[in-house]
């Protein structure tokens, strides 16, 4: 079985999306494609092996030819799209944020239950890194005891205008909050913020350091700097009883040259995490074929957005900021 | 198009040659499958969405409904089979070596050269690797003026029994020879063998120590070290006149732990190249698509083989030994 | 002219000065020693050219033969040490922390502004440190822009049996407190703790975490693991605003054996700050030879406890607090 | 007991042990000083703490104030001065080569044989580094087997003018010769040397590439390239029958800085090797005070120079060639 994939949003994420399903997903294809600006979306599926270009996104979800659908469009879309595919019973991919505020996250996750069946992964694709998971399986190996820190930092070469240091907690540091309650299988119970300075390059906002506490005491701190300049760099650190796990993502050559040996930083996410979002479709589709969930779940991107809002109110009030999320459900167990 | 892949021989690598495709190539179906072994053969073609099973090779290149064909058969079978495709006019990736003997190398070449199509691939993955790529990608921007050493080392953690001195350098170092001729784009004038004695753990054969110079006076050496017992290794550094590029295949996460601070080695070659195997494939799947040829050609297969002839010749003897091989043809160019 | 040097106190970091004096430092000799174990004076004095033994501390400070002093007695003796020998005019280079209290340290600062000579450094030796020295350097280039982030670990292996949760802050982070001071050139004004759970390997102590706000707006954070049972560690990262720096200590060899790349990992702070420790020793001689002191003076030594009790303090309350120290006086600039 | 140098010769490498002399070793005074150069040389004594300055190598040999004589002068002079210390009956430390020739190698030997007491340590700085030192411990430890390859690399960022293709051989890899012997404990019995094309920067002469086998059965290769124009590098892989050492000196810092990770190179030897400079000395001294010599010894100079000789000759006939070295005397086993 084939799983034809329809594709809404082709800017710079969908537009990768599409040509990873046309080279490196086994197993799917490529069918249908809509986005508001028909012409990137016919340039787009010419170069993919040349899916339909279909006017709206309804009729692309409500698309017989379709099985699945990836939702890359702008977030305030994402919450009425992803209620269209549980409607129509479709699998939908959303790219994260799950939705815009948390009363539409808890509307797809009200949808998905009365449904009952699981059909949104959120598009946290750091659950597929390589590095991610060898960290999960030594966790789960449990050779190094309990962990007690994990340490993250979340750089970016160059924000975008409209970042604000709220911003910078929303959109960047729910990676960090999705991926840490994915390595430690547990929700947060208090969080802290603090900000050194702005930075001259980008006097509107400053870099951010949150604390967060989980329930049962690992402290994970979060670095979070979007005008490093240098380039993108996701490192991650955690600290057990008895030892340490470190992500290593050096590139595949080194350079010594003019007084130096030298290692690429990647300039953004899609190089850094290439691997990741092309084994997240992969999860993806294989998931569809199988019949059982993978990746973060509606319920996974509700609860990143929650404790992000609870980080936001911990840095207006300087104040360590009890979290007040309700368990996961057993439906999303 | 979807390209209909049919696979000869589901030994450890054909049958990792079926998972990859199922999983992660993009625009192709495994729709047959032969070997000899026909309840292997079904076990893989049911773990891989259900291929057919074809009772005998040439059957399964006759197939109509095969586009394109995985040789992954044994050693001698590779030459008949890949003759079979070309009068098929069906392309093969063929797994390295392109033949048993340098005659039937030849044979195919002469095939290849009367059809006016180059049909044939041969499987050495290294010219998909990240790391391989990148360093090809150093040297083209030269920003290190011209190469003037490569140096290489290759070990196995456990060699087979059937392991010679001579089978170190025909098997494994041919990986070398070819990898050598991609990245710096000739071949070699002459070659030196030299050996250390045998390890304790394997009496029986030799490692070796290979010293070849290309035409233009680059220095190769290789070590091939088949019993190193710790794992499976390949290294390369290419040093220029004004730099060197070193290849630097870290694993994703470094553990600390019991005083130490550990990278975790592969155990073998599949593991280490699991991503050249997959861009290997791909880049199949869509050479077949756009019908240019990519990684290694038929006369690239013979280039390895006649080289590493010409070394076994030059451990014999323990001299400095020219290499005789015809200039390549304009059809392979 | 050779600095004879009197050492008080021969227990394991004592032992470890005289060999240094007596191996590693250029101008110095080893004269006399004191410790309330005479059989082991007399044995270290031994072992190191034959120092003389004087019956007490007192003695060796007074000795006309002895023209300055190591202090590596108990802590409790630190500062009635350090105040004789500003009487008797003579240097004293006395171990970590420079007072038991506050209050003495404020006594040893009052009595060497009085005396109009800065006689005092403390024995905060990662000021030696050729890592942090080369960071140092690297800001002091200014290629990176500002310092927004000092990242610190610091484990040790097992902790002794009489460590408090509050002990972790006191004994340990106060050299992260030292070390961001010189590096960064100035003063905290809020620092907040958070502790994960203990390890089960040490019920009876928390890691800590502490998050350190400098005047200008650097964060600081420092975890101290006093029982991360793999070894000794302490590591360190400067974020600047185009570019970071991180120490990089990686030991002189690395193997690869069963499967794995193996660095080794120091078991304690006088293996991973060997060098430190026999530079701190040369940059005193050489500060007494030419009459201009280095390394930390006894204001950063109060500052440095009076900034971790500020931290104590922090922990109890688990709140922001504020950091009354006084500005340098400019006797210490 | 405090040891009294005298040392003839303050060219670059002079200067700098006289600097090491009079700060980082222990229980020693730099007490005389000659050069040619007299303005150099008391410029040289007065930033070290004021050595008389001697008007004659002979003189400074002969004084009664000097326990021992560094000989830094040039290497034509080192066997004549080297012959003198014996007659005078004092201990010298003569930096490499040994001797101009063989010849005068032999008679140092027959010197000191004769005189019944070793006095001459030949400057191979590299037995005092901390990498080699590791290397040799992880030997003798043998968890890894037995050595089978050792690859070596060292590079120069730019070879002075005078260097030939022989000087590359004769000079700088007299190094990998001393050192090899000094980790394997064995002498060569065949080398080879191939040559890549000169690089364009130094068209005069042309890197080496050496083969040499020892009499077990070892296969030690080295590169010698020494106008690397990226800075100065030296690398080595012990390569043994269960697993691999290799040397691994980073600095103490890396860098992140536009779109890179850099570590620093070092720009030449002087820098690589500091502390194997400082404990060469350190070590020297100590062996003087407690009578049992250290390091390479007038016969490992010998035999190391004999060696490259026997790789010039291999070189110039493009030949594997016997290296006839008589064996140890057991004088200097």
Same mark, same amino acid.
């Given at each position: 079985m084939t799983v034809r994939i329809?594709?809404?949003?082709?800017?710079v994420m969908g537009a990768d999306h599409a040509r990873t399903i046309y080279t490196a997903a086994g197993g799917a294809e490529l069918t249908a494609i809509h986005d508001p600006d028909r012409e990137?979306?016919?340039?787009?599926?010419?170069? &993919?092996?040349?899916?339909?270009?279909?006017?709206t996104a309804e009729r692309? =979800?409500?698309?017989?030819?379709?099985?699945?659908?990836? =939702?890359?469009?702008?977030?305030?879309?994402h919450a009425p799209l992803a209620l269209a595919c549980i409607e129509a019973a479709k699998p939908a991919l959303v790219e994260k944020p799950l939705a815009a505020t948390l009363e539409e996250c808890r509307a797809v996750i009200a949808a998905e239950m009365t449904a009952k069946r699981r059909l949104i992964q959120v598009g946290f694709m750091r659950r597929f890194d390589p590095g991610y998971l060898a960290m999960k399986q030594a966790l789960a190996e449990n050779r190094l005891g309990a962990p007690l820190f994990f340490h993250c930092q979340h750089r970016n070469a160059v924000g975008p205008d409209y970042l604000t240091s709220e911003l910078v907690i929303a959109n960047s540091t729910v990676h960090e909050i999705d991926i840490a309650r994915f390595l430690l299988d547990e929700d947060f119970a208090f969080v802290?913020?603090?900000?050194p300075r702005a930075s001259r390059r980008a006097p509107g906002r400053q870099p951010q350091f949150l604390v967060m506490e989980t329930k049962s005491?690992?402290?994970?701190?979060?670095?979070?700097?979007?005008?490093?300049?240098?380039?993108?760099?996701?490192?991650?650190?955690?600290? &057990?009883?008895?030892?340490?796990i470190t992500l290593s993502p050096n590139p595949?050559?080194?350079?010594?040259?003019?007084?130096?040996?030298?290692f690429a930083v990647e300039p953004d996410w899609r190089d850094r995490f290439r691997s990741a979002y092309r084994d997240q479709i992969a999860g993806w589709v294989a998931s569809?074929?199988?019949?059982?969930p993978v990746g973060s779940s509606a319920w996974d991107g509700y609860a990143a957005s929650f404790t992000a809002a609870a980080c936001i109110e911990a840095w207006r009030s300087r104040t360590r900021t009890k979290v007040t999320l309700a368990d996961t459900p057993d439906f999303y167990k």
């Open positions: 329809g594709l809404i949003g082709v800017g990137r979306a016919e340039s787009v599926a010419k170069s &993919c092996g040349g899916a339909r270009v279909v006017d692309l =979800i409500a698309d017989p030819g379709v099985d699945a659908v990836l =939702i890359a469009s702008p977030d305030a879309t802290s913020v603090t900000s005491g690992v402290v994970v701190d979060v670095e979070a700097y979007m005008d490093s300049a240098y380039g993108y760099e996701v490192k991650g650190e955690m600290v &057990c009883e008895a030892g340490a595949p050559i080194k350079l010594r040259e003019a007084g130096q040996e030298v569809i074929r199988e019949g059982r």
